[in-house]
T-cell receptor, first 112, second 110 residues
Framework: KQEVTQIPAALSVPEGENLVLNCSFT??????LQWFRQDPGKGLTSLLL?????REQTSGRLNASLDKSSGRSTLYIAASQPGDSATYLC???????????FGKGTRLSVIA | DTAVSQTPKYLVTQMGNDKSIKCEQN?????MYWYKQDSKKFLKIMFS???????INETVPNRFSPKSPDKAHLNLHINSLELGDSAVYFC?????????FGQGTRLTVV
């Protein structure tokens, strides 16, 4: 059974710092991996999708990497801003059109 | 245009009542899901439908009954609501790859 773990559970950084959020999964036979952002009381916003054949994806200040063989992904946020404060969720699916298995998230606070 | 929309956004009801949450997607996806986010913010799959057919039911009590009248809609009906049903319920859809989520329905049972 797939399990997803995110470390750290919470992170507080000063504005401008670069930071890395970690995600690991137990079954390396994934189909894809998605990183989401969730603001308090809000829904999930998809940030990046990495297909199993890909090693990384970039969007603006965000870069997500995937190492399937070791069961790990990282989300790198460059030059963090207070507006980046949110909970970041990592989720994997084991085949197309199958439900995502989520980690418990990393709660990020960027202090001005 | 909202890709995945859920109604209502908030729902407060008494124990024992029956309630429904509606979900619609305009993305042309053929798979839709219901997830539950508990008080500790952990998201877990409840149901998965593909082309109106139930694919996955993750040991959810049979008080929860999803209904998919067509590929664009997946509604969730809950009978005899219990205090423990209080949570945020998210609808999502996908077409082979990326999943898109609705804004969630915060259900509070009192």
């Amino acid at each position: 059974k797939q399990e997803v773990t995110q470390i750290p559970a919470a992170l507080s950084v000063p504005e401008g710092e670069n930071l890395v959020l970690n995600c690991s999964f137990t079954d390396s036979a994934i189909y894809n991996l998605q990183w989401f952002r969730q603001d308090p009381g809000k829904g999930l916003t998809s940030l990046l999708l990495i297909q199993s054949s890909q090693r990384e994806q970039t969007s603006g200040r965000l870069n997500a990497s995937l190492d399937k063989s070791s069961g790990r992904s990282t989300l790198y946020i460059a030059a963090s801003q207070p507006g980046d404060s949110a909970t970041y969720l990592c989720a994997v699916s084991n085949s197309g059109n199958t439900p995502l298995v989520f980690g418990k998230g990393t709660r990020l606070s960027v202090i001005a | 245009d909202t890709a995945v929309s859920q109604t209502p956004k908030y729902l407060v009801t008494q124990m024992g009542n029956d309630k429904s949450i509606k979900c619609e997607q305009n993305l042309g996806h053929d798979t839709m899901y219901w997830y539950k986010q508990d008080s500790k913010k952990f998201l877990k799959i409840m149901f998965s439908y593909n082309n109106k057919e139930l694919i996955i039911n993750e040991t959810v009590p049979n008080r929860f009954s999803p209904k998919s009248p067509d590929k664009a809609h997946l509604n969730l009906h809950i009978n005899s609501l219990e205090l423990g049903d209080s949570a945020v319920y998210f609808c999502a859809s996908s077409l082979d790859t990326e999943a898109f989520f609705g804004q969630g329905t915060r259900l509070t049972v009192v």
